[in-house]
Protein backbone atom coordinates (compact mmCIF):
# COMPACT_ATOMS: atom_id res chain seq x y z
CA UNK A 1 0.00 0.00 0.00
CA UNK A 2 1.41 3.52 -0.74
CA UNK A 3 0.52 6.01 1.88
CA UNK A 4 -0.01 9.62 1.30
CA UNK A 5 3.08 12.32 0.83
CA UNK A 6 3.37 13.86 4.30
CA UNK A 7 3.58 17.68 4.36
CA UNK A 8 0.41 18.63 2.61
CA UNK A 9 -2.76 18.18 5.54
CA UNK A 10 -3.34 20.71 7.34
CA UNK A 11 -6.67 20.47 9.03
CA UNK A 12 -7.05 21.35 12.40
CA UNK A 13 -7.30 18.11 13.32
CA UNK A 14 -6.59 15.37 12.74
CA UNK A 15 -3.43 16.53 11.66
CA UNK A 16 -0.95 14.99 9.40
CA UNK A 17 1.05 11.37 10.52
CA UNK A 18 4.19 10.62 9.58
CA UNK A 19 4.74 7.44 7.17
CA UNK A 20 7.03 5.58 10.00
CA UNK A 21 3.93 6.47 12.99
CA UNK A 22 1.27 5.10 10.61
CA UNK A 23 3.23 2.13 9.28
CA UNK A 24 4.30 1.27 13.06
CA UNK A 25 1.01 0.08 13.44
CA UNK A 26 1.25 -3.12 11.81
CA UNK A 27 2.08 -4.97 14.68
CA UNK A 28 0.60 -8.59 15.91
CA UNK A 29 -1.77 -8.79 18.62
CA UNK A 30 -1.28 -9.65 22.60
CA UNK A 31 -2.95 -10.09 25.77
CA UNK A 32 -3.97 -6.35 27.16
CA UNK A 33 -3.84 -8.38 30.91
CA UNK A 34 -0.15 -9.79 30.26
CA UNK A 35 3.47 -8.93 31.17
CA UNK A 36 4.28 -7.79 27.31
CA UNK A 37 1.17 -5.05 27.42
CA UNK A 38 2.74 -3.95 30.88
CA UNK A 39 5.55 -3.32 29.64
CA UNK A 40 4.61 -1.55 26.86
CA UNK A 41 2.17 0.62 29.00
CA UNK A 42 4.73 1.52 31.65
CA UNK A 43 6.82 2.56 28.28
CA UNK A 44 3.84 4.54 26.79
CA UNK A 45 3.45 6.56 30.31
CA UNK A 46 7.19 7.47 30.54
CA UNK A 47 7.30 9.19 27.41
CA UNK A 48 4.00 11.00 27.90
CA UNK A 49 4.47 12.46 31.13
CA UNK A 50 7.23 14.71 29.93
CA UNK A 51 4.69 16.66 27.43
CA UNK A 52 2.22 16.46 30.32
CA UNK A 53 4.89 17.79 32.39
CA UNK A 54 3.68 15.83 35.35
CA UNK A 55 5.16 13.04 37.68
CA UNK A 56 1.54 11.53 37.93
CA UNK A 57 -0.01 8.37 35.76
CA UNK A 58 -1.56 9.40 32.57
CA UNK A 59 -4.58 7.46 31.30
CA UNK A 60 -4.81 6.45 28.19
CA UNK A 61 -8.37 5.91 26.92
CA UNK A 62 -9.22 4.54 23.10
CA UNK A 63 -11.53 7.17 22.33
CA UNK A 64 -12.10 10.81 20.98
CA UNK A 65 -11.09 13.00 23.84
CA UNK A 66 -14.87 14.11 23.90
CA UNK A 67 -14.61 10.81 26.55
CA UNK A 68 -12.41 12.78 28.99
CA UNK A 69 -14.51 15.36 28.99
CA UNK A 70 -17.68 13.66 30.15
CA UNK A 71 -15.24 12.14 32.56
CA UNK A 72 -14.15 14.70 34.30
CA UNK A 73 -17.36 16.23 34.36
CA UNK A 74 -18.54 13.24 36.07
CA UNK A 75 -15.49 12.58 38.31
CA UNK A 76 -16.62 16.29 39.89
CA UNK A 77 -18.55 16.05 42.96
CA UNK A 78 -22.14 17.49 43.22
CA UNK A 79 -22.26 21.53 42.46
CA UNK A 80 -22.79 23.48 39.90
CA UNK A 81 -20.35 24.00 37.16
CA UNK A 82 -18.89 27.64 35.51
CA UNK A 83 -18.00 26.56 31.77
CA UNK A 84 -16.28 29.29 30.22
CA UNK A 85 -17.78 29.16 26.52
CA UNK A 86 -15.31 30.90 23.74
CA UNK A 87 -16.06 28.48 20.70
CA UNK A 88 -17.65 25.42 19.79
CA UNK A 89 -15.37 23.22 22.22
CA UNK A 90 -15.91 25.38 24.88
CA UNK A 91 -19.89 25.24 24.41
CA UNK A 92 -19.41 21.17 23.67
CA UNK A 93 -17.84 21.32 27.35
CA UNK A 94 -20.84 23.23 29.04
CA UNK A 95 -23.33 20.81 27.07
CA UNK A 96 -21.58 17.42 28.41
CA UNK A 97 -22.17 18.98 31.77
CA UNK A 98 -25.90 19.59 30.94
CA UNK A 99 -25.95 16.24 29.37
CA UNK A 100 -24.87 15.11 32.55
CA UNK A 101 -27.60 16.79 34.78
CA UNK A 102 -25.31 19.46 36.06
CA UNK A 103 -26.09 22.89 36.86
CA UNK A 104 -24.54 24.65 34.43
CA UNK A 105 -23.95 28.73 34.15
CA UNK A 106 -22.14 29.74 30.83
CA UNK A 107 -19.72 32.74 31.04
CA UNK A 108 -19.87 33.93 27.64
CA UNK A 109 -16.48 35.10 26.31
CA UNK A 110 -16.37 36.54 22.37
CA UNK A 111 -15.50 33.82 19.67
CA UNK A 112 -11.81 34.32 18.75
CA UNK A 113 -11.13 36.06 21.97
CA UNK A 114 -9.55 34.42 25.07
CA UNK A 115 -11.23 34.09 28.79
CA UNK A 116 -11.12 37.67 30.29
CA UNK A 117 -9.45 36.74 33.66
CA UNK A 118 -11.40 39.92 35.32
CA UNK A 119 -14.66 38.15 34.08
CA UNK A 120 -13.89 34.50 35.44
CA UNK A 121 -13.19 36.47 38.62
CA UNK A 122 -15.98 37.92 38.93
CA UNK A 123 -18.58 35.06 37.47
CA UNK A 124 -16.38 33.00 40.30
CA UNK A 125 -17.30 35.39 43.13
CA UNK A 126 -20.99 36.07 42.32
CA UNK A 127 -21.87 32.51 43.91
CA UNK A 128 -19.56 29.35 44.52
CA UNK A 129 -18.89 26.41 42.27
CA UNK A 130 -17.83 23.15 42.56
CA UNK A 131 -15.51 23.20 39.26
CA UNK A 132 -14.99 25.61 36.29
CA UNK A 133 -14.37 24.01 32.61
CA UNK A 134 -12.39 25.89 29.88
CA UNK A 135 -10.83 24.96 26.88
CA UNK A 136 -6.69 25.49 26.34
CA UNK A 137 -6.32 26.37 22.94
CA UNK A 138 -10.26 26.86 20.96
CA UNK A 139 -10.04 24.95 17.87
CA UNK A 140 -12.63 26.55 16.19
CA UNK A 141 -11.18 30.19 16.79
CA UNK A 142 -7.42 29.71 17.50
CA UNK A 143 -7.63 31.31 20.71
CA UNK A 144 -5.36 30.36 23.46
CA UNK A 145 -6.84 30.71 27.10
CA UNK A 146 -4.47 31.25 30.34
CA UNK A 147 -5.15 28.09 31.93
CA UNK A 148 -2.62 28.81 34.62
CA UNK A 149 -4.32 31.96 36.28
CA UNK A 150 -7.62 30.67 35.36
CA UNK A 151 -6.95 27.18 37.79
CA UNK A 152 -5.58 29.69 40.15
CA UNK A 153 -8.63 31.59 40.72
CA UNK A 154 -10.71 28.66 40.69
CA UNK A 155 -8.58 27.40 43.09
CA UNK A 156 -9.28 30.59 45.15
CA UNK A 157 -12.64 30.17 45.54
CA UNK A 158 -12.97 26.19 46.19
CA UNK A 159 -13.16 25.08 43.10
CA UNK A 160 -11.71 22.45 40.57
CA UNK A 161 -10.59 23.79 37.17
CA UNK A 162 -11.04 21.16 33.97
CA UNK A 163 -8.99 21.77 31.07
CA UNK A 164 -9.55 21.00 27.76
CA UNK A 165 -5.93 21.06 25.91
CA UNK A 166 -6.93 19.09 23.03
CA UNK A 167 -4.83 21.56 20.33
CA UNK A 168 -2.65 23.25 23.40
CA UNK A 169 -1.29 20.01 24.50
CA UNK A 170 2.25 19.53 22.69
CA UNK A 171 2.28 22.70 21.09
CA UNK A 172 1.71 25.69 24.04
CA UNK A 173 2.95 25.24 27.10
CA UNK A 174 1.47 23.16 30.11
CA UNK A 175 3.25 22.48 33.36
CA UNK A 176 0.55 20.42 35.07
CA UNK A 177 2.19 19.74 38.36
CA UNK A 178 3.75 23.15 38.45
CA UNK A 179 0.51 25.04 37.72
CA UNK A 180 -1.71 22.58 40.28
CA UNK A 181 -3.75 21.37 37.32
CA UNK A 182 -6.60 19.21 38.57
CA UNK A 183 -7.47 17.43 35.54
CA UNK A 184 -6.18 18.51 31.79
CA UNK A 185 -6.73 16.35 29.16
CA UNK A 186 -5.82 15.87 25.25
CA UNK A 187 -6.13 13.98 21.90
CA UNK A 188 -3.74 12.17 19.97
CA UNK A 189 -4.40 13.83 16.75
CA UNK A 190 -3.29 16.85 17.17
CA UNK A 191 -0.06 18.19 18.25
CA UNK A 192 1.18 15.09 18.93
CA UNK A 193 0.42 14.41 15.30
CA UNK A 194 -0.83 10.52 15.84
CA UNK A 195 -3.80 8.84 14.45
CA UNK A 196 -7.27 9.51 16.18
CA UNK A 197 -9.05 7.91 18.57
CA UNK A 198 -6.73 7.98 21.82
CA UNK A 199 -7.54 10.70 24.74
CA UNK A 200 -4.59 11.06 27.42
CA UNK A 201 -5.35 12.62 30.67
CA UNK A 202 -3.56 13.71 34.05
CA UNK A 203 -5.51 14.26 37.46
CA UNK A 204 -4.54 15.48 40.47
CA UNK A 205 -4.22 13.24 43.78
CA UNK A 206 -6.81 16.50 45.26
CA UNK A 207 -9.24 15.96 42.31
CA UNK A 208 -9.40 12.07 42.22
CA UNK A 209 -9.69 11.93 46.19
CA UNK A 210 -13.16 14.46 45.30
CA UNK A 211 -13.87 11.87 42.50
CA UNK A 212 -13.80 8.97 44.66
CA UNK A 213 -16.53 10.39 47.10
CA UNK A 214 -18.73 10.71 44.13
CA UNK A 215 -21.61 8.69 43.10
CA UNK A 216 -22.29 9.36 39.42
CA UNK A 217 -19.32 8.68 37.37
CA UNK A 218 -20.29 6.21 35.08
CA UNK A 219 -18.48 2.67 34.27
CA UNK A 220 -16.30 3.47 30.55
CA UNK A 221 -15.08 6.90 31.86
CA UNK A 222 -14.45 6.40 35.55
CA UNK A 223 -11.52 8.41 36.32
CA UNK A 224 -11.15 6.61 39.67
CA UNK A 225 -11.04 3.10 37.63
CA UNK A 226 -8.07 4.72 35.10
CA UNK A 227 -6.08 5.52 37.76
CA UNK A 228 -6.63 2.22 39.82
CA UNK A 229 -5.53 0.48 36.08
CA UNK A 230 -2.89 3.31 35.28
CA UNK A 231 -1.38 1.74 38.69
CA UNK A 232 -0.99 -1.87 37.31
CA UNK A 233 0.25 -0.38 34.15
CA UNK A 234 -2.80 -1.52 32.60
CA UNK A 235 -6.10 0.20 30.90
CA UNK A 236 -9.55 -0.85 32.77
CA UNK A 237 -11.23 -1.81 29.04
CA UNK A 238 -9.27 -3.44 26.12
CA UNK A 239 -7.33 -0.80 24.55
CA UNK A 240 -7.16 0.11 20.84
CA UNK A 241 -3.77 -1.58 20.02
CA UNK A 242 -2.48 -0.50 16.78
CA UNK A 243 -3.19 3.17 18.08
CA UNK A 244 -0.58 2.24 20.91
CA UNK A 245 2.01 0.91 18.47
CA UNK A 246 1.73 4.15 16.25
CA UNK A 247 1.96 6.37 19.83
CA UNK A 248 4.94 3.81 20.92
CA UNK A 249 6.58 4.72 17.19
CA UNK A 250 5.98 8.69 17.87
CA UNK A 251 6.95 9.38 21.49
CA UNK A 252 10.95 8.55 21.08
CA UNK A 253 10.57 11.61 18.41
CA UNK A 254 8.87 13.71 20.67
CA UNK A 255 11.32 12.68 22.97
CA UNK A 256 14.16 13.57 21.04
CA UNK A 257 12.76 16.78 19.72
CA UNK A 258 12.08 17.90 23.37
CA UNK A 259 8.72 19.18 24.64
CA UNK A 260 10.15 22.47 24.81
CA UNK A 261 11.71 22.19 21.02
CA UNK A 262 8.38 21.85 20.21
CA UNK A 263 6.51 24.38 21.71
CA UNK A 264 9.01 26.76 20.17
CA UNK A 265 8.81 25.62 16.29
CA UNK A 266 4.96 25.68 17.10
CA UNK A 267 5.45 29.24 18.17
CA UNK A 268 7.31 29.68 14.91
CA UNK A 269 5.07 28.15 12.66
CA UNK A 270 2.13 30.21 13.75
CA UNK A 271 3.88 33.25 13.65
CA UNK A 272 4.82 32.79 10.61
CA UNK A 273 0.98 31.74 9.41
CA UNK A 274 0.23 35.59 10.86
CA UNK A 275 2.84 37.31 9.23
CA UNK A 276 1.92 35.50 5.76
CA UNK A 277 -1.74 36.72 6.03
CA UNK A 278 -0.70 40.55 7.19
CA UNK A 279 1.76 40.00 3.68
CA UNK A 280 -0.75 38.46 1.70
CA UNK A 281 -3.26 41.16 2.71
CA UNK A 282 -1.02 44.06 1.64
CA UNK A 283 0.17 42.90 -1.19
CA UNK A 284 -3.16 41.90 -2.71
CA UNK A 285 -5.85 44.16 -0.96
CA UNK A 286 -7.59 40.86 0.40
CA UNK A 287 -8.86 42.07 3.84
CA UNK A 288 -7.82 39.11 5.31
CA UNK A 289 -6.83 38.74 9.67
CA UNK A 290 -6.14 36.84 12.41
CA UNK A 291 -9.40 36.48 14.72
CA UNK A 292 -7.91 35.59 17.43
CA UNK A 293 -5.68 39.44 18.64
CA UNK A 294 -2.13 38.95 19.33
CA UNK A 295 -1.36 38.01 22.91
CA UNK A 296 -4.45 35.81 22.61
CA UNK A 297 -3.43 32.86 19.55
CA UNK A 298 -3.07 29.47 19.69
CA UNK A 299 0.48 28.27 18.27
CA UNK A 300 -1.83 24.99 17.09
CA UNK A 301 -4.12 26.31 14.91
CA UNK A 302 -5.09 30.14 13.01
CA UNK A 303 -8.43 30.97 12.02
CA UNK A 304 -8.29 33.35 9.25
CA UNK A 305 -10.78 36.26 8.53
CA UNK A 306 -12.06 36.55 5.20
CA UNK A 307 -13.66 39.96 3.99
CA UNK A 308 -17.44 39.83 4.46
CA UNK A 309 -18.32 41.24 1.01
CA UNK A 310 -16.59 39.26 -1.69
CA UNK A 311 -19.38 36.33 -2.26
CA UNK A 312 -16.42 34.22 -4.19
CA UNK A 313 -14.06 34.38 -1.10
CA UNK A 314 -15.92 32.04 1.52
CA UNK A 315 -14.09 29.44 4.00
CA UNK A 316 -15.63 26.80 1.67
CA UNK A 317 -14.47 28.22 -1.61
CA UNK A 318 -10.93 29.04 -0.21
CA UNK A 319 -10.95 25.18 0.93
CA UNK A 320 -11.42 23.66 -2.53
CA UNK A 321 -8.68 25.75 -4.12
CA UNK A 322 -6.51 24.54 -1.83
CA UNK A 323 -7.30 21.17 -2.19
CA UNK A 324 -7.29 21.98 -5.95
CA UNK A 325 -3.40 22.35 -5.31
CA UNK A 326 -3.23 19.45 -2.96
CA UNK A 327 -3.46 21.29 0.32
CA UNK A 328 -5.92 19.77 3.04
CA UNK A 329 -6.65 22.86 5.25
CA UNK A 330 -10.44 23.62 7.13
CA UNK A 331 -13.50 25.82 6.78
CA UNK A 332 -14.89 27.84 9.69
CA UNK A 333 -16.70 25.67 12.43
CA UNK A 334 -19.53 26.49 13.56
CA UNK A 335 -20.70 29.79 13.42
CA UNK A 336 -17.79 31.13 11.45
CA UNK A 337 -18.55 28.54 8.91
CA UNK A 338 -17.83 30.05 5.68
CA UNK A 339 -16.02 33.68 6.99
CA UNK A 340 -12.70 31.85 8.25
CA UNK A 341 -11.10 29.16 7.08
CA UNK A 342 -8.24 27.25 9.26
CA UNK A 343 -4.97 26.01 9.08
CA UNK A 344 -3.78 23.79 11.48
CA UNK A 345 -0.35 24.50 11.60
CA UNK A 346 0.38 21.41 14.56
CA UNK A 347 2.62 17.96 15.02
CA UNK A 348 5.33 16.98 12.64
CA UNK A 349 5.07 20.05 10.82
CA UNK A 350 7.95 22.11 9.89
CA UNK A 351 7.95 25.76 8.58
CA UNK A 352 9.52 24.25 5.28
CA UNK A 353 6.39 21.93 5.11
CA UNK A 354 4.32 25.34 6.48
CA UNK A 355 5.59 27.10 3.26
CA UNK A 356 4.09 25.03 0.57
CA UNK A 357 0.83 25.09 2.58
CA UNK A 358 0.79 29.08 3.00
CA UNK A 359 1.60 29.13 -1.20
CA UNK A 360 -1.09 27.33 -1.91
CA UNK A 361 -3.48 29.38 -0.12
CA UNK A 362 -1.99 32.69 -1.36
CA UNK A 363 -2.55 31.10 -4.71
CA UNK A 364 -5.81 29.65 -3.94
CA UNK A 365 -7.06 33.02 -2.60
CA UNK A 366 -6.13 35.35 -5.92
CA UNK A 367 -7.72 32.94 -8.16
CA UNK A 368 -10.85 33.70 -5.89
CA UNK A 369 -10.42 37.56 -5.57
CA UNK A 370 -9.43 37.99 -9.30
CA UNK A 371 -5.79 39.23 -8.67
Not at 55 to 61: C, K, N
Not at 82 to 96: C, E, Q, Y
Not at 239 to 257: G, N
Request: proline share 6%.
Amino acid sequence: MTLPPFGRFFLPGPTDVRPEVLQGMVRGMLPHRGAEFETLFTRLVAGLQPVFRTARPVYISSSSATGFMEAAVRATPPGAILAIVNGAFSDRFARIARACGRETVVLEVPWGRAADLDQVREALAARDYVAVTVVHSESSTGALSDIRAITALAHARGAACLVDSVTGLGAAPVETDAWDLDFVLTGSQKALALPPGLAFGVASERFLAGASRGEQRGVYFDLVEFEQYATKNQTPNTPALPLLYALDTQLPSVAAEGVEGRWLRHAAMAARTHRWAEELAAATGIALGILSPAGERSPAVSAITLPPDRATLTGDAVVQAAARRGYVIGDGYGRLKGRTFRIGHMGDHTLETLEGCLTACGDALRELAGR
